[in-house]
């Protein structure tokens, strides 16, 4: 299992302390008002962190998985709302990550390393688990291409600069005919609805983008045309251990927040009655396991082995976890739970049970895997059950 | 237990389904928003005859739970108003005096007094803490110091059935009192922001120097078993109000599936979302079965405080999850307060899921129905 290094570890420290400092006292406010938390944007520019899966060829920090994954938790621990801001600015540029070309990263890495943020748009009104019935096309001109329609739910799109879009370029082609693309802001055609009034995750910028014939080079092609599916599912393959860590930050908080009510309530006794004892040492036992399964899968990442199905169960995995935490933690605090921070991590983590792929899909990902009949001979049993 | 329904708890289920209707559907979601007493309502509760079922010997407990479920598959926060008011009926009309049953009964029956029952402290228990509310006791006089928290309706009621530790030190008993909103040293401190049941309004009452000449519920040293029976009620009141929220979302979430197409079929279709919605519905229905045991055993004047406790560690551990999983099930649209322009309908999950953590509630790190049943067997 991975132990960190003395560099991680300082890093990691770096950004506790940046969350006690900026994130933490920031948080309840922001999320009362629902608006967007530009100023974090600014306190986090020095740090550059904005651009820490950036190479450093390019000038970002290059940081592992499991460096990103140390810093994300830090953050969740935080405010969920403002880490989904780094973690979906990280998952948009993951796509160009994976299939841009020199230009292209220079487009997009650029703003993001001065102090601008990415979003990543796939999901459609008809298009959430569907992928593939999205209605948004890009038709092909001699200019490039002209890119109609809309999409939603979508993270950063009322603030980022660079945006990573999906569109069909082959409408009768299905989950084959989508490609990806990359656009800017404040390209004619491209207009931002209202920010959504959500339950969790309230200052993280959530709209409506309308794509109104908005005309793009051929050079904002992301890879080749229909190699949208593949680019999507893998940067989400990539993208889906961000939601954990940020997820296993939460719920630390989430005991954290419990056990100091608990040592306030009870000043005198070193140790709460059984029935509390054993449902904090649950609650940290799922923490843990939760952490651990992630770090596997950073692991498998970094080692260059197959993550797909681990990816998706760390996503499940983590955010089970945390709002079972976070559910349980406002249980044992009873009232004093219900007027104070943990309600809003029971709503964020609501929200994270949900997007970058419900866990209901990333359970037919592992379910898929779990059922797979293996591809090379039948083993000699089952051979000769078969006959 | 009878599932039949007599003609009095039948008709209170048709003024209860009527008022939520006609004057909850409408302004639930505004309730939410703006966290605004709602004054009116309460009076229309009163025409309703719906204020203070359990004090009424033709009703009972089993025709307030009842009405409680109808009315929180709209609206938990008034139904939560209701319940602390009825709760706190249920106490004067069982222990109080016959001048203060007179005095208070009238006015809580038309809503014309509102009232709640103060029960908790900051403390570790019950007359514990710095802030704990003691009273002295002088012949029928009672004089209060000290703090209830977390005191539901607190600010709009008028009339608190309160619980005070009383005696000398090392043999503390718990007395139970009747206070009007206006005695003099009686305060309320800030509303707390509460995560759901807004428009049901939260804070501490001080009580300084507080004297009742006639105030005390009861008799003085049975304190302690009233306090546990009203414990019992509200807790078969928030079980009833948790069902009747998981009923209204199981509905809302299979409506959501029929209507939400993904990969060419409504998902509704699919064994995963229909296993969700069963569930939901069912732990709900069989946490309602033993709501309605509970309160006909109180009706027909047996012990229900295990029972009730059952219900309420139930729910302690499946009330959550009805929100959880109904959510799910609608996706990206359940997790927003107000539809989005591209969505029209309405969206009440969310607003279900802040309020359900609140009925599901234990009051405190001590509050521990599990051990009540325990020491049952």
């Known amino acids: 299992m991975n132990l960190i290094t003395p560099e991680q570890s300082a890093i990691q420290q770096a950004a506790k302390d940046f969350t006690a400092q900026h994130i933490i006292p920031k948080a309840r406010a922001y999320d009362v008002s629902g608006e967007f938390h530009a100023v974090l944007l600014e306190e986090a520019k020095p740090s550059r962190i904005f651009g820490m899966a950036i190479p450093q060829s390019y000038g970002g920090l290059a940081y592992s998985p499991l460096t990103q994954a140390l810093v994300l938790e830090e953050w969740g621990y935080g405010c969920c709302a403002m880490a989904t801001t780094l973690a979906a600015s990280v998952l948009s540029m993951e796509s160009v990550m994976l299939a841009g070309t020199e230009a292209q990263k220079q487009q997009f890495y650029t703003p993001m390393l001065n102090g601008k943020i990415g979003a990543f748009c796939l999901t459609e009104p008809t298009a959430g688990s569907d992928v593939g019935g999205g209605r948004t096309t890009a038709v092909k001109t001699s200019a490039g291409y002209t890119i109609h329609g809309s ?22 082609a299905g989950m084959k005919g989508i490609s990806a693309f990359i ?25 409506f983008l309308n794509l109104k014939d908005v005309k793009v080079p051929a050079s904002a092609l992301l890879g080749q045309e229909g190699d949208g599916m593949k680019i999507a599912m893998q940067t989400l ?82 955010t089970d976890v945390a709002m079972n935490v976070a559910a349980t933690a406002m249980r044992l605090m009873g009232s004093a739970g219900y007027i104070s921070e943990v309600g809003k991590l029971m709503r964020d983590v609501k929200v994270m049970q949900i997007y970058e792929g419900t866990n209901q899909i990333q359970r037919l990902v592992v379910a898929r895997a779990t059922l797979a009949r293996p591809k090379t001979a039948a083993p000699a049993l089952e051979k000769a059950m078969a006959k | 237990m009878s599932m039949s329904m007599t003609e009095n708890r039948q008709a209170v289920l048709a003024r209860a389904s009527a008022f939520a209707d006609e004057f909850l559907e409408p302004v639930a979601a505004d309730l939410d928003s703006t966290a605004k007493f709602p004054q009116a309502l309460v009076m229309e509760l009163g025409r309703q005859n719906l204020l203070t079922l359990p004090a ?54 038309t809503g014309g007094t509102l009232s709640t029952v103060a029960m908790h402290e900051s403390g570790p228990a019950l007359g514990h803490g710095p802030e704990a509310l003691v009273g002295s006791l002088a012949g029928g006089r009672l004089t209060l110091n000290g703090v209830k928290s977390f005191v539901r309706n607190a600010g709009a009621a008028h009339l608190y059935v309160g619980f005070a530790s009383v005696g000398p030190a090392g043999a503390m008993s718990v007395a139970g009192f009747v206070a009007a909103s206006d005695t003099p040293g009686v305060s309320v401190g800030p509303p707390y922001l509460t995560m759901g049941l807004r428009g049901c309004p939260v804070a501490d009452v001080t009580f300084k120097n507080v004297v ?55 998902i509704a279709e699919l064994q995963a979302v229909q296993q969700l919605l069963c569930e939901i519905a069912t732990d709900a229905h069989l946490a309602w079965l033993g709501v309605l045991h509970a309160a006909q055993l109180a009706d027909d004047g047996w ?51 802040r309020d359900i953590a609140g009925t599901t509630l234990c009051d405190a790190p001590d509050d521990f129905p599990e051990g009540l049943v325990a020491a049952s067997f």
């Not at chain 2, 108003?81 to 005095?103: C, E, M, P, R, V």
């Not at chain 2, 996706?331 to 591209?342: F, K, M, N, Q, S």
């Open chain 1, 183 to 207: 656009l800017e802001r404040g390209m004619p055609g491209f207009t931002v609805g209202d920010d959504e009034n959500k339950l969790g995750l309230r200052s993280s910028n959530t709209v």
């Open chain 2, 303 to 353: 012990p229900f405080g295990v029972e009730a406790a059952m219900v309420k560690s139930f729910l302690g551990r499946f009330g959550q999850k009805l929100l959880v999983d109904a959510i799910q099930v609608e996706g990206g649209l359940g997790i927003c307060e107000t539809a989005p322009p591209h969505f029209k309908g309405t969206l009440p999950l969310a607003r279900m899921f």
């Open chain 2, 212 to 266: 009742l000449e006639a105030g005390l519920l009861g008799v003085a040293a049975d304190g302690a078993d009233m306090l546990a029976e009203l414990c019992s009620v509200l807790a078969l009141g928030e079980a009833a109000q948790t069902t009747g929220i998981g009923k209204a979302a199981a509905v809302h979430a299979s409506a959501a599936a029929r209507h939400r197409i993904q990969f060419g079929h409504p």
């Open chain 1, 151 to 172: 999409k939603c739910w979508i993270t950063n799109g009322g603030v980022a600069d660079v945006f990573t879009v999906f569109a069909k370029t082959d409408p009768s």
């Open chain 2, 56 to 109: 009424d010997s033709n009703a009972g407990l089993r025709a307030h739970v009842e009405a409680l479920r109808i009315i929180a598959q709209v609206c938990p926060a008034v139904a939560s108003i209701l319940n602390h008011h009825a709760l706190a009926a249920y106490a004067i009309f069982k222990w109080g005096s016959d001048a203060q049953k007179t005095a208070y009964l009238p006015g809580l029956a």
């Open chain 1, 237 to 318: 393959d990539l993208a889906r251990p961000a939601i954990a860590a940020l997820a296993i930050g939460l719920a630390e908080r989430a005991l954290a927040l419990c056990i100091a009510h608990i040592n306030a309530r009870f000043p005198a006794k070193p140790f709460p009655g059984q029935a509390l004892q054993f449902k904090l040492a649950d609650m940290r036992i799922q923490i843990e396991a939760a952490r651990q399964v992630l770090h596997h899968m950073l692991a498998l990442r970094e080692a260059g082995k197959p993550f797909s199905q681990e990816s998706a169960m760390s996503k499940t995995y983590a």
